[in-house]
């Protein structure tokens, strides 16, 4: 499609400019408080994140452990929701010029309405969207056409299980980056990254996709990011810096002395 | 409109397979492989024989005069409740465990909401001598005491679903995560006709052995091979898949489901899906369920914990939408009246799941020379309770 090439995407720009060491960092839209959602996203700048992923809440989410789970529901109880979060984005690029992703299960954006929410997604500037139980085929026959219109990256998972052929045709479906789970888990089960892990990390890397791929789920500190970093362009965190949100009394400065002792 | 499922896993608009991609390949492995396993012939050997000798099928397809004269029209029971463990539900863990032995898994993992399924699966588990272990929300556990020892007397582990509110659908959640962190070896067994892609499909097979039965028994007894009418209870929608199956494409044959309008269908406490849902994505399928504005999923009440489902399986989402079956829905207290009806009228005490059924005849007038089947999906052992309570009997 013509508009595919026409808008410049902030996640190509980071990955021509940034070749390693990317970090990203998930929150919860509406967590700690609810309008706690666009001060975070300028900590997170601020304290030196490369990319920010925005997460709607969603009342069952079947591939998040406890701690996102939790942040969720009570993001949901303040009266989180699609809508509220893209009224909360309006004005964000007045102040965040880093990409910025939006990740969520798909019913809650079905409902808002997946052309609208794309349209409103452009106007706003996202890159890019994160939407775990989005089919592959569905996303290809149905999703990709208002995605694409609107210059949104749709950034799908691998994990140690994708035979190697979905590795490929996943590869040639992305745009961005490639998420790739770093074990057979839900997010913030598991810590530190073992032999197999690496074993799995080098097998992707070794298969010379032509996107760039960060590793995520089970990443929470200095040390395992730095490991991840080894094997990919960066990696992901999220259910590290939303314990260190649930417990905070300072958000920037919290937020700040998070970041600083994950790349300094 | 033919009633079938396609090759994506669709009943017309609803069905299909939306799961994260650490579920795919548990997902796909069953999905490629469900058919031929079940239409092996030593599969079939060895499920007919453990419904014969284990469970007690065929089940009786008896004629309830005594209602059948209050209604004034001819009531046949399909005696699911007879089935060893009390339900259907054992038809399709039965099923399920010689599929997982098949595929080489070793462990089990369900998910309960009044134990029933857990308890049926529990029983296939100590029957092969699997691992099994199975997610219950903390509240039902709590509710379901005697179903809890049940599964823990046959081996089983019964793990608390403490996220959410705490009941089936937070039960299922955890279930799936489970199953996410043990890819390989381990099997999930649905309890119902929900869930990704192929799970509604061959649950619903293993439940169609029901309708299978139903129509020799019918050509015994009446001399045609299709009642007037099928009537079934519809949380998840398992048992009203398998009674319906063999007749989905049989327009001679008026198919209806009762869901469970709880304290009534606009109270605020109801499971009525049809009316009060939308369409949507919830367990990896696409089907109607009750859901806010936002697209958050709504927590549904019956006082039968069995359908006590926010959704119903996709089939019945396209049965309603294509309106090849007629939907009624019952509060508590018709489901209650109905089931105090068949206890003293016949001498059976149905699960208050199935009475929700039962109580489609006050709505609904049948002919005097229709043949209507109600699905008698369960025995009413485990709400003894609940019977006790409503009606002051002790």
């Known amino acids: ?264 | 409109m033919k009633v079938e499922v396609d090759e994506r896993g669709y009943y017309g608009q609803f069905g299909g397979a939306y799961i994260p991609e650490m579920l795919y390949p548990n997902v796909e492995e069953l999905r490629l492989n469900y058919l031929d396993i079940i239409h092996q012939d030593d599969f079939q050997r060895e499920f007919h024989y453990l419904l014969t000798e284990y469970v007690g099928r065929p089940t009786p397809l008896y004629l309830a005069e005594r209602i059948s004269e209050k209604y004034q029209t001819n009531i046949y029971l399909k005696r699911e409740d007879l089935n060893h463990t009390g339900a259907h539900k054992i038809n399709n863990t039965i099923g399920q465990i010689l599929l997982a032995k098949r595929l080489g898994k070793q462990r089990i993992i369900a998910e309960t909401g009044a134990g029933q399924h857990g308890v049926a699966t529990a029983t296939v588990c100590a029957l092969m001598g699997i691992e099994c272990t199975v997610f219950m929300g903390e509240l039902d556990m709590s509710r379901q005491k005697p179903n809890v020892a049940r599964m823990r007397l046959m081996g089983a582990e019964v793990i608390p679903a403490t996220s959410g509110n705490k009941t089936l659908k937070d039960a299922t959640n955890e279930a799936m995560r489970h199953w996410i962190n043990h890819p390989e070896d381990t099997h999930y067994i649905i309890g119902s006709v929900i869930g990704p892609h192929p799970y509604p499909e061959m649950v619903a097979i293993f439940q169609s052995v029901i309708s299978e039965e139903m129509k020799k028994q019918l050509l015994e007894k009446t001399g045609r091979d299709y009642p007037d009418h099928i009537l079934a209870c519809v949380g998840g929608g398992s048992n009203a898949a398998g009674a319906f199956y063999h007749y989905y494409n049989d327009q001679r044959v008026n198919l209806i489901a009762a869901e469970a309008a709880g304290h009534g269908i606009h109270s605020g406490e109801s499971a009525a899906t049809t009316v009060l849902g939308k369409p949507g994505i919830l367990h990896g399928t696409r089907t109607l369920f009750m859901q806010t504005e936002d697209g958050q999923v709504i927590e549904p009440y019956s006082i039968s914990a069995g359908l006590d489902y926010p959704g119903i399986g996709p089939v019945h989402a396209h049965l309603f939408d294509t309106g090849r079956a007629e939907f009624y829905s019952a509060t508590d207290d018709e489901a209650m009246e109905a089931g105090m009806l068949l206890s003293k009228l016949e001498g059976i005490i149905p699960a208050i799941e199935t009475a929700h059924a039962l109580a489609v005849f006050e709505k609904k007038k049948f002919s005097k020379e229709d043949i209507v089947v109600v699905n008698l999906s369960g025995r009413g052992d485990k709400d003894l309770e609940t019977y006790i309570s409503w009606a002051k009997l002790v």
């Open chain 1, 1 to 264: 499609m013509q508009t595919e090439t026409t808008i410049d995407n902030r996640l190509d720009q980071l990955f021509k400019t940034k070749k390693s060491s990317i970090l990203s960092i998930y929150f919860t839209a509406g967590y700690p408080k609810l309008n706690d959602t666009v001060p975070i996203m300028e900590y997170l700048q601020d304290s030196g994140a490369d990319i920010i992923e925005v997460g709607i809440p969603f009342s069952d989410p079947i591939a998040d452990g406890p701690t996102i789970q939790a942040s969720g529901n009570q993001a949901i109880l303040q009266g989180m929701s699609v809508r509220t979060l893209l009224d909360q984005l309006q004005d964000i690029r007045k102040k965040i010029h880093i990409p910025i992703l939006l990740m969520g299960y798909l019913n809650p954006v079905l409902q808002y309405g997946f052309e609208a929410f794309c349209e409103k997604c452009r106007q706003i500037g996202i890159d890019g969207l994160i939407i775990p139980d989005m089919p592959l085929a569905e996303y290809q026959e149905i999703y990709k056409p208002n995605m694409d219109a609107n210059g949104l990256f749709n950034i799908f998972l691998i994990t140690p299980q994708t035979p190697e052929s979905r590795v490929r045709e996943i590869d040639n479906s992305s745009r961005g980056f490639i998420y790739m789970v770093s074990s057979a888990s839900i997010t913030g089960a598991k810590k530190g990254i073992s032999d197999h892990q690496i074993q799995y990390f080098q097998r992707i890397r070794d298969m010379d996709l032509k996107n760039p791929a960060l590793i995520g789920f089970g990443i929470s500190d200095k040390q395992s990011f730095e490991k991840a970093c080894e094997f990919s362009r960066g990696a992901i965190i999220g259910s590290a810096f939303i314990q260190v949100l649930s417990k905070s009394v300072n958000l920037k400065e919290d937020t700040q002395n998070f970041i600083t002792s994950i790349i300094a």
